[in-house]
């Protein structure tokens, strides 16, 4: 099970294809070199490599544990974090008042990759504190930034996200926790929240809280929800901590994978009240709430990029040891005794197939992520705009595309080892059961699909996504006036997708107008088909910024076969979605309730 | 956890779909009549899912154990066992003179599926020993067949494949286990098999084990293996057990899933050597093999499909049940509250799907039943021809794709439950870890695609394949030519999707004659397609025999609903896997290996 950091995969994806390079030494980050970059992307991939990476067969064995002191993580987990997050890690993306090292978003989300690939259980835990760090970042007064910010921000305290109820998941609305003012500024918060990752752990000192509760009197729904900060132990004014607030984990769940990520199930106020502060304003917590979510998304869709690198590596590394068969091909060496199964054509499309895909959701990942920096930190206020609509555009496609892509891909990892892939020892399948949550939480990607089609597409009277669908025929028509007939071939493919992409957004687009049930009943086929096409598009990016120099790199002339391979074997699969996206919700309800029960 | 037997789906599919009614009173079979197969498909239904199904999640959790004794199975399993075969439900298909039942093998498919949803771990058990009967049938000596016959087939007895070695999986011929005869009939096996599927266990007094070994001077490969039964216990000439034959089981495997099933490590011949008798030839082994194998597979794509079922149901339930915001829609009632999940367009999408793709499975897996049921039990020359023929092409497609449909169905069952369906006290998540395996056992799914393009599309001169793409115009046809509007729009998307798949074959057929790889390399997206389309062919085939009483039966009218939502949503699909069936082998060879890695 060695990993490898994909040093110059990610640094491709981030410069040439996300377009981070051209930040470099812009305003916001005047400091930023591609030196820099490279930097940060070589020692932090080493060390995930080092010390992470090891972690993660054995906190999936081991698990974390729910103990009378709360929750023990897996053996070494407690010490590689104190490492990860003193080497500087977590800040990157911080407020340079507040300690953190004012870099791009985009960077921190490659770090993030890193450590999903090395260890996706652990890399829960800073990526919740990033939510927390955000969310606090925006919407805290300056009391609670000054006293919080910088040791959540550097990693030393951690955060959770608390908003899940047993009657309350995708419709966040229905929680029922409570928060009565105390009078003194501060809120008396009781209630339950279940699925509540690292909510309890022995790797940080303090863990601050983020609740969602409701007002007495709140009205009812999300416009009655406030967030609360509930600290794990009260922090004293000189910073030091105080007594142990009211908030304890009553139970861990079994899970089918993450073992090594404790989900808790959090009591609030279960005995004298737990003491919480207000985040933003009351009843305004769903979008202090959004904020934590929106970043949660990105780096959820992280983790299935990661996972998919992580279980290509580890499937590619087996095909070229592996030996069965003979392959007679014109396009290996005459076998001598038996091949190694990647020579066989059949096992070369599924390793190809999961790199394929693992870049094409990767650069989607980075596009949202430059296009958050460009929103927080674009020059103009156009490229702020810019920013802010592409970004939104691309969260639920990053969530929610790249996530089903790394169940996919985790699954192809366990067939391509054979038997060896069902049995556990040998970690593949690991990878598919860890892989499994990430369609599910931060919205469900039925969520994520409805906000695409119900939010994002009608954003500024459609020109976010009209823009979006021009850019990739720009693209189609740069590999198209190419001289060469691979890129041509990636043209012609991207071309076609898009057309019939455009179709079915137009068709969308009129369906919310008439009848929203015929437009939500297509969304997940509609995201699945803007996913394809999105990967096919920033591969045919990345293959243009690679094909001039293809000819002395033979790492770049690669940057062009994948993205003919991705154009002339899945792309073509997009335009199939356009009759499930477009076929109306009418059939879906054809059968009824007890048709489908008998 | 509920389970359901879907005795009427069942009994649709065998019946309308698939033709079993047609065998009724024939040469063959002449007391099979319709009342019986209901009888067989209400009584076993009732009893895998009061006996069988209550030992799901206990036999996941607890799993089987080796213990000093050899294995143990999880509580309950040994008596359920017990009933189960007791019952007659093991002997179903078997020669009348060895006390079978002499039904067809398409009914015992249809238990089979029963105990696949109840009980997948389970059912591995009848299911390799029923393997073991056919091989033992057709290829075993009278002295074998009176010897061990009578009691394998009831049940009583247990059945082991044994073929896999550490060095021989998807290449049987490489392997290493040796037999030398004995001068008496009888040969000494000495080897180690892995991944033996209920090699030891406590549920019967004995188990059969077939072995594939090498004889002294046997040519290399797969010319020069030999398949031979090996006795846990001898049996005497009274048919009283005797000593106890040096076969036993050293070790289990830990795995993702099917934890009730014991996958053993079984050492043959560690100390005076394991007494085996010859079936059939000397180095003919692989023929005897394949007459195991060819009704695994078919067993192993009604794995997927009960699986598929199994999954199905449970979110069935769930969505009934979980409640989560309202669903404005046109085609439910007003919500008072919020609404059963169920009633929100997403959901409903993916629990059609689900059904959906159960049911085009089960269509395929039966039609190929009753092919095989034609190839053996025909009333004439022509009827076994195109049984045999139909049934071979068949044969992967059932494996390959319904194993694939039951993976990717298990998968939406998890989402479909949210958060929960990845807590495994659920049950949800079992159904995708047990689901996983099947893509990979009884010839891996890329070994099935291989299969079907390589040696299926090429029988008979390609009339085998020819006949089966005119059929599905046929139906397609048949729809066409109705006045209900469903049908037309079945019948026109039938009709597209067949002709791309047409298209498609004569593609894989010429690259056949010029080089093999170019046609190897799209074997697997080949087959993904033409299961889709089979698939909706065969719902196609439903609804047209469901249309006339469609008007007085509501369940007759899902059956068009469901055709109409398979042909609008799904079929549509295979389109898109032309390009990648037919690119060719030269772009999955363009990035060196090394750069795969970099």
């Not at 066989?344 to 958050?372: F, Q, S, W």
Request: hydrophobic share 40%; aromatic share 6%.
């Amino acid at each position: 099970m060695t990993y490898r950091p994909p040093v110059r995969d990610m640094s491709f994806a981030l410069n040439e294809i996300a377009g981070l390079k051209e930040l470099c030494g812009s305003k916001a980050f005047p400091d930023l070199e591609p030196d820099l970059i490279e930097q940060v992307l070589e020692e932090s991939g080493r060390m995930a490599g080092d010390l992470l990476a090891p972690l993660n067969w054995t906190g999936d064995q081991q698990g974390s544990q729910l103990g009378a002191d709360g929750v023990k993580a897996p053996d070494g987990f407690a010490d590689a974090y104190k490492q990860w997050f003193e080497a500087g890690w977590c800040s990157i993306p911080g407020d340079v008042n507040y300690g953190g090292q004012g870099l791009p978003l985009s960077l921190a989300v490659a770090v993030q990759e890193y450590i999903n690939q090395a260890n996706m259980a652990f890399g829960l835990c800073p990526m919740l504190s990033q939510g927390a760090v955000e969310s606090l970042t925006q919407h805290g007064s300056d009391e609670l930034r000054d006293k919080y910010l910088p040791k959540l921000l550097s990693g030393e305290w951690t955060g959770s996200m608390n908003l899940t109820e047993p009657q309350a998941g995708s419709d966040v609305g229905a929680l029922k926790a409570k928060a009565e003012p105390v009078g003194d500024g501060t809120y008396k918060i009781k209630g339950t929240k279940i699925y509540i990752t690292w909510g309890d752990h022995d790797m940080a000192e303090n863990i601050i809280h983020l609740v969602l509760a409701r007002l007495p009197d709140a009205p009812e729904g999300t416009k009655g929800v406030s967030l609360f900060l509930v600290p794990k132990f009260f922090v004293n004014d000189d910073g030091s901590l105080g007594d142990r607030n009211d908030v304890k984990c009553i139970g861990l769940e079994k899970k089918l994978g993450i073992h090594a990520s404790p989900t808790c199930v959090m009591a609030y106020g279960e005995e004298e009240g737990a003491i919480g502060w207000l985040i933003g304003e009351e009843n305004k917590g769903m979008r202090c709430m959004f904020t934590m979510m929106n970043n949660a998304r990105l780096n959820v869709g992280m983790q299935g990029v990661g996972i998919a690198e992580r279980a290509y590596q580890q499937a590619l590394d087996y095909a070229m040891e592996r030996k069965q068969g003979k392959a007679f091909t014109p396009y290996t060496d005459k076998p001598d005794g038996m091949s190694p199964i990647i020579d066989h054509p059949d096992v070369r499309r599924m390793l190809l197939t999961m790199k394929a895909m693992t870049e094409a959701t990767r650069g989607i990942c980075y596009a949202n992520a430059v296009a958050l920096d460009l929103e927080h930190n674009g020059e103009d206020e156009d490229k702020r705009k810019w920013g802010q609509g592409r970004a939104a555009l691309l969260t639920p496609i990053s969530k929610g595309f790249s996530t089903d892509v790394g169940v996919d891909v985790a699954s192809i990892g366990i067939q391509i080892h054979g038997g060896m892939g069902f049995i556990e020892e040998t970690g593949a399948a690991q990878h598919l059961r860890d892989s499994r949550i990430a369609p599910i939480y931060e919205g469900t990607n039925g969520i994520q699909a409805i906000d695409l089609v119900s939010r994002k597409l009608t954003m500024d009277g459609g020109k976010v996504i009209a823009d979006f669908l021009d850019e990739i025929d720009q693209t189609a028509k740069s590999c198209s006036a190419s001289n060469d007939e691979k890129l041509v071939t990636i043209g012609r493919e991207l071309s076609q997708a898009n057309a019939t992409l455009r179709e079915t957004t137009d068709w969308l687009l009129e369906a919310l107008k008439s009848e929203a049930t015929d437009a939500l009943g297509g969304a997940t086929p509609y995201l699945k088909m803007i996913g394809t096409v999105a990967g096919g598009a920033y591969l045919a990016k990345g293959a243009l910024a690679a094909h001039p120099k293809a000819g002395e790199d033979s790492y770049l002339a690669g940057r062009v076969e994948m993205a003919a391979f991705y154009a002339t074997n899945i792309l073509p699969q997009a335009a199939g979605l356009k009759a499930p996206a477009t076929s109306g919700a009418a059939g879906l309800y054809a059968l009824s309730t007890d048709l489908l029960t008998s």
